[in-house]
């Protein structure tokens, strides 16, 4: 029996139907994870070439981060900060207090943070320097974390989110074999597909 190829094409590429809609939903997941993601890191020499943002760790500006207060590196306020020397205001003494300056933190990448709901695109890299934005695993469950490089002893990394008032304690001895990546460029807004999904699964799991 041969297969008519002018049919199957016009289902996928023409048809209106429900039935049409679903298999595109499908070819376009299957396209994504086993073709263009696996090309990307291999491109980029990691296993995770892109990444959504799924926390509001690195933010600058006010926000509750799910926790029911709207605050800032632990300030509660009702201002919000608009760039680097508002934000600096704020949350600048935790990093003097780690001899980390201001004018040291205005050369970081992604000097102003990113939000919630952005894809950063990562490199495998084996440089990485104070203020890089990497990507590792926590050795908890859930996924991986981006934070800021903020010390580096002994081989081992150090990190803080921007938006946190200090370290969490998986943090503070990070080995160079859980780094995933670092952080090279942002897309605004793109990853709010997958924080809704998470976010749907999650309400209907609870």
């Known amino acids: 029996m041969m297969v008519n190829w002018k049919k199957i094409w016009y289902f996928i590429w023409k048809d209106d139907s429900l039935a049409s ?3 595109n939903v499908v070819l376009a997941v299957i396209i994504v994870k086993f073709l263009i993601f696996p090309g990307l890191g291999l491109l980029l020499d990691t296993s995770f070439p892109v990444v959504a ?6 933010e600058h500006g006010f926000t509750n981060c ?4 709207v605050e800032l ?6 201002i919000d900060a608009k ?3 508002e934000y600096w205001d704020i949350c600048g003494v935790w990093y003097e207090d780690n001899e980390i300056d201001k004018n040291m ?3 970081f990448p992604f000097q102003d943070g990113f939000n919630k709901g952005d894809i950063m695109v ?4 084996e440089d990485i320097n104070l203020g890089d934005v990497i990507v590792f695993g926590s050795g908890r469950s859930g996924p991986p974390i981006i934070h800021r ?5 002994n081989g081992e990394y150090m990190t803080k989110g921007d938006h946190n008032s200090g370290q969490l304690n998986f943090e503070k001895d990070i080995k160079k074999d859980a780094i995933l990546g670092k952080a090279v460029f942002r897309v605004p807004y793109l990853g709010w597909v997958k924080v809704a999904f998470d976010n749907f699964i999650g309400g209907v799991l609870r």
């Open 21 to 23: 809609w679903l298999v």
């Open 53 to 58: 943002v799924v926390s509001c760790s690195m």
């Open 66 to 69: 799910g926790q029911g207060s």
């Open 73 to 78: 590196c632990g300030v509660d306020e009702t």
């Open 83 to 85: 760039g680097l020397d």
């Open 105 to 107: 933190f205005s050369s």
């Open 122 to 125: 990562l490199v495998g890299s």
């Open 149 to 153: 490089v903020v010390d580096i002893e």
